[in-house]
Nanobody, 120 residues
Framework: QVQLVESGGGLVQSGGSLRLSCAAS????????MGWWRQYPGKQRELVAS???????NYPDSVKGRSTISGDNAKNAVFLQMNSLKHEDTAVYYC??????????????WGQGTQVTVSS
């Protein structure tokens, strides 16, 4: 079993910054990639950023230049630094990981989500 624990969400003023953290634990054989998604009420989750263990990153245009994803392979952790936050960044942010367990089963695990609220 693999679990993700997120932290770092909260209330921030428009133009401010926030750093989200996510750590995976459990029966991990290998982390294939990790990412951050966000979900607005009544909408599907959308990708914010992803990173492979090799360090390749991917961002949608909506956050490119304002967000930076980084990882710590030794700690099975991923971080999302968000700058110049806008009101429209207000959402629940979820961490996910594509993981191979010690059983060699491969699957995606989601965190519980953390609320980010940007006041205008």
């Amino acid at each position: 079993q693999v679990q993700l624990v997120e932290s770092g969400g909260g209330l921030v003023q428009s133009g401010g910054s926030l750093r989200l953290s996510c750590a995976a634990s459990g029966s991990i054989f290998a982390i294939n990639d990790m990412g951050w998604w966000r979900q607005y009420p009544g909408k599907q989750r959308e990708l914010v950023a992803s990173i492979t263990t090799g360090g390749s990153t991917n961002y949608p245009d909506s956050v490119k230049g304002r967000s930076t994803i980084s990882g710590d392979n030794a700690k099975n952790a991923v971080f999302l630094q968000m700058n110049s936050l806008k009101h429209e960044d207000t959402a629940v942010y979820y961490c996910d990981t594509d993981v191979t367990a010690t059983s060699r089963a491969r699957f995606v695990v989601w965190g519980q989500g953390t609320q980010v609220t940007v006041s205008s």
